[in-house]
């Protein structure tokens, strides 16, 4: 998303915060299946397909699936 890894930066600490400082045991968040740099990018910070809502999205005169996908505290600390 940058060439610097801010981006990449800012989203560990920010599931750092949410996962050990607020408790969360999850995060998660609705792309659209033609962000594939989005969904890469959070792939490597080891989120998973929680599910897909099908033709959910209307972009450039056709209808797109949503991905929910989450990070557990388990999977991201290896618990």
């Known amino acids: 998303i940058d060439n610097e890894g801010y981006a ?3 989203t560990k600490l920010l599931i750092n915060y ?5 408790n ?3 995060i998660w968040m609705e792309l659209y299946e033609f ?3 989005k969904l890469d ?5 080891g989120f998973k ?3 897909v ?3 959910n999205c209307f972009e450039d005169g056709k209808y797109w699936d949503s991905k929910i996908i989450s990070l557990t505290k388990k999977d ?4």
């Open 53 to 55: 809502l099908r033709d």
């Open 24 to 26: 969360l045991n999850k």
């Open 49 to 51: 397909t929680d599910g």
């Open 41 to 45: 990018f959070f792939d490597s910070f």
């Open 76 to 79: 991201y600390f290896n618990e």
């Open 35 to 37: 962000d594939k740099m």
């Open 18 to 22: 949410g996962l050990k400082n607020l």
């Open 8 to 10: 990449f930066e800012a």
